[in-house]
């Protein structure tokens, strides 16, 4: 079975690590983040984002960013020779059966975000160089609710 990296990304209001090595994503969003007006104040964003690739072609370099309209929210790289210690080690705990594939989780968490009008918010993550979008959310103006 053929099998290429895939990258996704998951906006939300909290991103928190609890016991037993599990991760709690808080205020999930779909699609948009509606203020009743701008400018406006969030007073949290998070993205949890996940790389996958096949264990048999691992990349060298994967570097994220978090893009607020134009502005870089934040970004991560992942240093030189982490990617290759991690599949060492998966490798190590998959014992009994081959691994086909990777996945590496960077989460984000961004305070506060101060919007003055609607916005793109995106994922970008370079892998080996390669631009790759994880994900995207709009910052909007809510609409209004129905007359009654």
Known sequence: MRFDKFV??????????????????AGLYS???AFPAFPALL???GC???IVWPSNDPPLKIEAKLM???EVG?????????????IEMAKKKENS????????NLNFIVSPVNFAAE????????????????????????PAPPSV
């Open 8 to 25: 996704f990304a998951q906006f939300c209001d909290d991103i928190r690590f609890e016991v037993g090595n599990k991760t709690t994503l």
């Open 31 to 33: 699609g948009e983040i």
């Open 43 to 45: 007073p949290k964003l």
């Open 48 to 50: 949890a984002t996940t």
């Open 68 to 70: 607020i309209g134009d």
């Open 74 to 86: 934040m970004s991560e790289r992942l240093p030189d020779g982490a990617l290759s210690q991690f």
């Open 97 to 104: 059966e081959p691994l086909e594939r990777i996945a590496v």
């Open 119 to 142: 916005t793109t918010i995106k994922m970008l993550v370079y892998i080996d160089g390669e631009e790759v979008e994880a994900g995207r959310i709009k910052a909007v103006i809510a």
